[in-house]
C-alpha cells in the first residue's frame, strides 16, 4: 500500500509530465516552422533535464505536504493557461520559439487580453510549480535559466513585431496587456 508522500509524489511526476505533454503536442500540431530552430532545441534539452532532475528529487527526498499541494495547483494553473491560450491562437498560426518571423496578425482574445505572452507564462508556471513540488533549492536554478530563456525570445518575438506592419497596432497593445504578468482592468 503507497503512503501519502508517494501518491503525492506520483500525482506531481504524473501532472507535471501530462502538461509537458500537452507543450509538445503543440510544438507539433499548434505552432508551424519549417525547421526547429536551434534555441527551441535547446529549450526541449533543458526541459528534459529539468523533468529527470524534478523526478529525481521528488523519489530521492520527503517533501512537505503544502509544498505539493501548491506545486500541483500551479501545474493544473499552467495547463487551463496554456489550453487557453491554444484555443485563442488557433486561427493565428504562430511561429514557433526562435522563428524570427513576424506574426500576420496580432491574438488580443483570451489570455492575450491581459498578457502578450500566455504561453511562455504557462510555460514558467509549469516549470515553478513542479520546482515547488520538489521543495529543493536545486530546483531553482533551471527554472531561473529557462524562465531567462523565455524572457529572450519573448523579447526577440516583440523586436520582431515592433519591426513589421503590425508595430503600430502592437504597440497600443502593449500599453493594455502586460508582459509576463497581466494587466487588468486596461484592456478596451
Given at each position: 500500500?503507497?503512503?501519502?508522500?508517494?501518491?503525492?509524489?506520483?500525482?506531481?511526476?504524473?501532472?507535471?509530465?501530462?502538461?509537458?505533454?500537452?507543450?509538445?503536442?503543440?510544438?507539433?500540431?499548434?505552432?508551424?516552422?519549417?525547421?526547429?530552430?536551434?534555441?527551441?532545441?535547446?529549450?526541449?534539452?533543458?526541459?528534459?533535464?529539468?523533468?529527470?532532475?524534478?523526478?529525481?528529487?521528488?523519489?530521492?527526498?520527503?517533501?512537505?505536504?503544502?509544498?505539493?499541494?501548491?506545486?500541483?495547483?500551479?501545474?493544473i494553473g499552467a495547463s487551463?493557461?496554456?489550453?487557453?491560450?491554444?484555443?485563442?491562437?488557433?486561427?493565428a498560426r504562430l511561429w514557433?520559439?526562435?522563428?524570427?518571423?513576424?506574426?500576420?496578425?496580432?491574438?488580443?482574445?483570451?489570455?492575450?487580453?491581459?498578457?502578450?505572452?500566455?504561453?511562455?507564462?504557462?510555460?514558467?508556471?509549469?516549470?515553478?510549480?513542479?520546482?515547488?513540488?520538489?521543495?529543493?533549492?536545486?530546483?531553482?536554478?533551471?527554472?531561473?535559466?529557462?524562465?531567462?530563456?523565455?524572457?529572450?525570445?519573448?523579447?526577440?518575438?516583440?523586436?520582431?513585431?515592433?519591426?513589421?506592419?503590425?508595430?503600430?497596432?502592437?504597440?497600443?497593445?502593449?500599453?493594455?496587456?502586460?508582459?509576463?504578468?497581466?494587466?487588468?482592468?486596461?484592456?478596451?
Amino acid at each position: 500500500m503507497m503512503n501519502n508522500q508517494t501518491l503525492l509524489d506520483l500525482a506531481s511526476i504524473l501532472l507535471g509530465l501530462v502538461v509537458v505533454g500537452q507543450f509538445t503536442w503543440a510544438m507539433r500540431f499548434h505552432f508551424t516552422t519549417e525547421k526547429m530552430p536551434p534555441a527551441a532545441k535547446m529549450i526541449s534539452v533543458i526541459s528534459i533535464a529539468m523533468i529527470a532532475l524534478f523526478i529525481y528529487l521528488l523519489m530521492t527526498r520527503v517533501q512537505p505536504v503544502g509544498a505539493h499541494v501548491a506545486g500541483l495547483l500551479m501545474m493544473i494553473g499552467a495547463s487551463l493557461l496554456f489550453v487557453s491560450a491554444i484555443r485563442a491562437s488557433k486561427k493565428a498560426r504562430l511561429w514557433y520559439v526562435f522563428e524570427g518571423r513576424s506574426p500576420n496578425t496580432l491574438v488580443t482574445d483570451g489570455p492575450y487580453r491581459y498578457l502578450r505572452h500566455p504561453f511562455y507564462v504557462s510555460y514558467l508556471v509549469l516549470w515553478a510549480g513542479w520546482a515547488l513540488t520538489t521543495f529543493s533549492l536545486v530546483s531553482i536554478l533551471p527554472v531561473m535559466i529557462i524562465a531567462l530563456v523565455y524572457m529572450r525570445a519573448a523579447k526577440g518575438e516583440e523586436a520582431t513585431i515592433a519591426a513589421s506592419p503590425l508595430a503600430h497596432d502592437y504597440a497600443a497593445y502593449k500599453r493594455r496587456a502586460g508582459f509576463f504578468w497581466p494587466k487588468f482592468g486596461s484592456s478596451s
